[in-house]
C-alpha cells in the first residue's frame, strides 16, 4: 500500500521526553485484533491518555497546547515487542516523524516500511529540540529527507541518516512492491536482453 510522498516537512511538534518508551506502552496489546491499519491512531499511549473509565489522563497529547506532524521522544523509543501496530498506530494519529536520539532496531523498521520516518539526532541536538519547544510549543521544525537534515527555526540543523533504498520509497510513496512496478521496464529490457 503506497502512502503520501515525503520530500519535506516543516510542523510543530508533541514532546515526549521519556525515555526507553516501549511498544506496549505505544500500543497495548489488548488493542491489537485488528488486521487492517486503520484506527489504531485512537488507542495511541491509550494507557498514558485514558483512566480505565476513559476520562482522559493529564498527558501531553491530551494538551491542546502541542500539536503537529512531529512526535519528539527520549532516547530508545520503540524498544520492547517487534508489533508492527505500534508504527500503524502513530501514523494513523497523524504524526508523519518520530525524532529521537535512538531507535529499536524493529520499530525504525517498521516505521519505514510503514510510511513514518524515524529520524535519529545526537542526545544533545534532542535536547535543543525539546528545550525550543519547550520555549514556544508553536515552533515550527522542518525535516528535509532529501537533504537528510533537522531544522530548527533559529536556522540549527543536523543531519541523519536514512537507508537509501527506503529513502527512495518514502520520496516516491512508495511500498516495495511500487517500487518493484516501478522498475518494470528495466526488468523487461533486461529479460529481453538476457
Not at 21 to 41: H, M, N, S, V
Request: glycine fraction near 6%; charged fraction near 25%; hydrophobic fraction near 40%.
Amino acid at each position: 500500500m503506497s502512502k503520501e510522498k515525503f520530500i519535506t516537512l516543516k510542523s510543530t511538534a508533541v514532546p515526549l521526553s521519556i525515555e526507553n518508551i516501549d511498544t506496549d506502552q505505544i500500543i497495548p496489546a489488548r488493542f491489537l485484533k485488528a488486521t487492517t491499519r486503520e484506527g489504531f491512531g485512537e488507542n495511541l499511549f491509550r494507557d498514558w491518555r485514558y483512566n480505565s473509565d476513559d476520562t482522559p489522563k493529564d498527558f501531553i497529547l491530551n494538551n491542546g497546547t502541542y500539536t503537529g506532524k512531529i512526535l519528539v521522544a527520549g532516547k530508545n523509543f520503540g524498544c520492547g515487542s517487534s508489533r508492527e501496530h505500534a508504527a500503524w498506530s502513530i501514523y494513523d494519529y497523524g504524526f508523519r516523524v518520530v525524532i529521537s536520539s535512538f531507535f529499536a532496531d524493529i520499530f525504525k523498521n517498521n516505521a519505514l516500511n510503514n510510511a513514518l520516518l524515524p529520524v535519529q539526532v545526537s542526545d544533545e541536538f534532542l535536547k535543543k529540540i525539546f528545550a525550543a519547544i519547550e520555549k514556544n510549543p508553536a515552533t515550527p521544525i522542518t525535516v528535509d529527507l532529501s537533504q537528510q537534515k533537522v531544522v530548527l527555526e533559529d536556522g540549527s540543523s543536523e543531519s541523519f541518516d536514512i537507508n537509501a533504498y527506503k529513502k527512495t520509497c518514502l520520496t516516491n510513496g512508495y511500498d516495495d512492491i511500487d517500487y518493484l512496478l516501478s522498475l518494470r521496464d528495466e526488468i523487461r529490457h533486461f529479460e529481453l536482453v538476457h
